[in-house]
């Protein structure tokens, strides 16, 4: 009499990952969630009950007006992705991961401004959509109440960006064999020379007003950076991915 299965298949694994997030996934992908689940350790579940209750820490510690807001939790966020992926998890981080994280911050930043200085309304734009598909011309709520719903609608328009743009990313990686996560490594680690180079010259010279001749040579100063570490990244900073053909 054959006994129940008691530990689930890759291909297991992989239908029922397909069918929980309504797009494809591979079977290495499904093998390393089944894996983690398998091996994951009481030292790795309690690093991720620290990580979490440091979280919850700091939403109790802070005030109502601070934790309401996006801000922080969107920095925080991303610190907890690297350090549930290379600390709890012990793996590497992939293209997907690089481009996400990167794009999700950046895209928020600017977002966050634009809807700061009343430049961009992406509530707006709904409530104007809204009224053109209805009778109801009523200006029910002013758009200047809209600011914290709006922050938070720029958070997710943020998060979608940054998920599309690192499936792109993580689509180039496996099919094209782009190692895409090494020259982001690299232009991180140039960002960061880029920003350490800007904190001399600022101890320097005087924290000042600068002036448009320094601000322009700072921003080519990290252009520069960021391409030469993306080159240095591509040949030093090589990802050792199972599975890919290193050139």
Known sequence: MRQP???????????LASACFC????????????????????AQVMAFVAL??????????????VVRFPTLWVFLGAIDVVIFRKLICV??????????????????????????????????????????????????????????????????LSFALAVAIGLV???????????????????????????LLAVIDGAVWGWGVVSPVRMVGRLILVGVCVILGGVVGLSKLKSNTPGRRVP
């Open 91 to 156: 793996r590497s981080l992939r293209a997907f991961h690089y481009t996400f994280l990167i794009v999700f911050v950046l895209a928020w930043i600017v977002m966050a401004n634009l809807v700061v200085t009343a430049r961009f309304h992406p509530l707006g734009l709904l409530v104007q959509w809204y009224q053109q598909i209805t009778t109801d011309k009523i200006n029910v709520v002013s758009l200047d109440s809209f600011d914290f719903y709006e922050l938070w609608m720029t958070c997710f």
């Open 169 to 195: 990313a993580a689509w180039f990686e496996s099919r094209r064999n782009w190692d895409i996560a090494a020259c982001l490594r690299g232009a991180l680690a140039g960002f960061g020379i880029a920003n």
């Open 5 to 15: 299965e008691s530990v689930l298949s890759f291909g297991k694994c992989e239908r």
């Open 23 to 42: 797009f494809p996934i591979t079977a290495a992908q499904g093998g390393c969630a089944l894996m983690f689940v398998e091996r994951a350790s009481i």
């Open 52 to 65: 979490a209750a440091v979280n919850l820490g700091v939403f109790r510690a802070l005030p109502l007006e």
